[in-house]
């Protein structure tokens, strides 16, 4: 019995740490993947519309964003007023402006994957249908066909 | 001499010290889950019409074809000139798309009907969606319904041919009118 003892006290018990990195590293990579690095801050008020009929939105190279919404911060609602306003990219835009943003983006993109170019439609729900049909009107002028009215999963049935 | 030589470096530990590795993984692990929004970006796709100067040719439609959905300003329903409310819209559609009373104010084929969408500029977006999605939920679950007879699975897991065979059974036509401007924005 004696001679266990001895033995044991002998050597030091450490826990090897050499696999940490490892284990480290493939929750970084995990993070990596899956990070979408916002370009630009929104500066209006958005919630989404609930639906059920949801795709989900690919390439993220593809897709543009069109925010509308009431202004967010005090100082754009002193200078726009409450009614609700276009967001393009990190600033405040007329429904005029979305031919020259849209094809600012178009000529970045490839050639072969034109087509598939996305335009996400980030409306807030309380916004009326008449800036909506000004964006879609443009939308339509400047070729950019395929859009997605962003939404969120609905919760419970319908009213 | 060279033996010798060869004899001290062995001696010598040469393995990198690992241990500040971890820290700096853990550095940019913490940097990028500060910076993660797992935003899942999902919505309603739509095609829309190419823009025309020209007035769109008016197609022969037979009555009996269309149902025409409105919207007014004050967010309610007026489906084929009758109140109809958004809950009993998906089985209104559905109802007229496959007609099983063999009506004669509704279409012969489903691949005839054809529904009209029109809204007002004062229409809540939220209401304007929610009509949307139920059109399309109307039509993914007739064509979810045809797949299951035909291939015995959702249409989603069909390949392109037989998607394209459960298409011209049920094609989504919906045609949108342009805004009215009745109400206040």
């Known amino acids: ?159 | 001499m060279l033996k010798k030589r060869g004899d001290s470096r062995s001696r010598v530990n040469t393995e990198i010290n690992a241990g500040s590795m971890a820290d700096i993984a853990f550095l940019l692990l913490i940097f990028f889950l500060v910076t993660t929004t797992i935003e899942v970006d999902k919505g309603i796709l739509v095609r829309l019409p190419p823009w025309s100067e020209e007035e769109p040719e008016s197609a022969d439609v037979q009555k009996r074809n269309l149902i025409s959905v409105l919207v007014n300003a004050n967010n309610d329903l007026l489906v084929n000139g009758e109140p109809e409310e958004l809950s009993s819209l998906k089985d209104r559609i559905t109802d007229f798309i496959t007609n099983p009373t063999k009506s004669e104010n509704k279409p012969k084929s489903p691949d005839k009907a054809i529904v009209s969408l029109q809204n007002d500029r004062g229409t809540n977006y939220d209401t304007y969606l929610t009509v949307y999605n139920e059109l399309q939920r109307a039509y993914r679950e007739l064509r979810d319904e045809e797949a299951d007879k035909r291939f015995g699975t959702v249409f989603d897991n069909l390949t392109r041919d037989q998607k394209k065979e459960i298409i011209e059974v049920y094609p989504m036509k919906l045609s949108e009118a342009e805004s009215t401007d009745f109400g206040e924005e």
């Open chain 1, 1 to 159: 019995m004696s001679k266990f003892s001895k033995k044991r006290s002998k050597s030091e018990p450490t826990v090897s740490t050499a696999s940490l990195p490892d284990i480290i590293f493939m929750l970084l990579f995990f993070f990596m993947m899956v990070t979408v690095l916002r370009d630009a801050t929104v500066k209006v008020e958005v919630i989404v519309p609930q639906a059920t009929e949801l795709t989900k939105l690919e390439k993220k190279s593809l897709v543009n964003y069109i925010y509308i919404g009431k202004p967010k911060e005090k100082a754009d609602i002193v200078r726009y007023g409450n009614a609700p306003r276009i967001q393009l990219g990190d600033k405040f835009a007329e429904p005029t402006d979305i031919p020259l943003y849209m094809e600012q983006h178009r000529i970045t993109v490839p050639e072969v994957q034109r087509p598939q170019i996305t335009t996400s439609l980030r409306v807030d729900g309380k916004v009326t249908m008449g800036i909506v049909s000004d964006v879609k009107e443009q939308l339509r002028k400047s070729g950019q066909l395929k859009i997605n009215y962003s939404a969120r999963p609905r919760q419970g049935d319908l009213r």
